[in-house]
Nanobody, 120 residues
Framework: QLQLVESGGGLVQPGGSLRLSCVIS????????IGWFRRAPGKEREAISC????????NYADSVKGRFTISRDNARNTVNLEMHSLLPEDTALYYC?????????????WGQGTQVTVSS
């Protein structure tokens, strides 16, 4: 069973930076596309960034484009999310997803999340 553990969240002032990490165990990272999602209180889950299993394709939500950068280190089974110029509206629970398509069926795995709070 694939397991995902996020870390790196915390309290940061507006304009600050954080680096989130998602460590995968029980499988090979290169087999999965990885996405970062967030859910703010009272709001629906938002997909904010994803990277293909080979790392060649990266996508970002408009709300974070130019401020967040996703990267993957397959040797360490880790996907990082560098977040800069943080805004109060970035406050949310952030969690990663690993997805794999096998024989026409998509398998999704989720971590428990790490809290990011942007406040002065």
């Amino acid at each position: 069973q694939l397991q995902l553990v996020e870390s790196g969240g915390g309290l940061v002032q507006p304009g600050g930076s954080l680096r989130l990490s998602c460590v995968i165990s029980g499988g090979t990272l290169n087999d999965y596309g990885i996405g970062w999602f967030r859910r703010a209180p009272g709001k629906e889950r938002e997909a904010i960034s994803c990277v293909s299993n080979g790392g060649a394709s990266k996508n970002y939500a408009d709300s974070v484009k130019g401020r967040f950068t996703i990267s993957r280190d397959n040797a360490r089974n880790t996907v990082n999310l560098e977040m800069h110029s943080l805004l109060p509206e970035d406050t949310a629970l952030y969690y990663c997803n690993a997805a794999r398509l096998v024989a026409g069926t998509q398998y999704d795995y989720w971590g428990q999340g790490t809290q990011v709070t942007v406040s002065s």
